[in-house]
């Protein structure tokens, strides 16, 4: 069973950065996509960032685009997602899931996967 946790989150100004970690275990990080998501107070869960097992395909939602970046180390079995430019609407818990597949499918950022972890939140506030 896919275990995964989130950390790196916390409050942080307007304009400011932060990177946040997935880290999983009980199977082998390579084999799957996974997907960075957020939900704000009040709005649905949506998916923000998305890499594919080996790396090469990354997607992003417009609304982060070009400030957040997805990478993962597949050695340490950790995702990451460098986050900068930060903005008040950027504010939410943020959670990492797998995909199940090596890829990124279709509908990843309203589809409701199978294995969540936790969460961390992320304040950005001034």
């Known amino acids: 069973q896919l275990q995964l946790v989130e950390s790196g989150g916390g409050l942080v100004q307007p304009g400011g950065s932060l990177r946040l970690s997935c880290t999983v275990s009980?199977?082998?990080?390579?084999?799957?996509?996974i997907v960075w998501s957020r939900q704000a107070p009040g709005k649905e869960r949506e998916g923000v960032a998305c890499i594919s097992s080996g790396g090469a395909r990354l997607h992003y939602a417009d609304s982060v685009q070009g400030r957040f970046t997805i990478s993962r180390d597949n050695a340490k079995n950790t995702v990451y997602l460098q986050m900068i430019s930060l903005k008040p609407e950027d504010t939410a818990i943020y959670y990492c899931?797998?995909?199940?597949?090596?890829?990124?499918?279709?509908?990843?950022?309203?589809?409701?996967?199978?294995?969540w972890g936790p969460g961390t939140q992320v304040t950005v506030s001034s």
């Open positions: 899931t797998s995909a199940s597949v090596p890829f990124c499918p279709a509908g990843w950022r309203t589809r409701n996967f199978s294995s």
């Open positions: 009980g199977s082998t990080l390579e084999y799957y996509g």
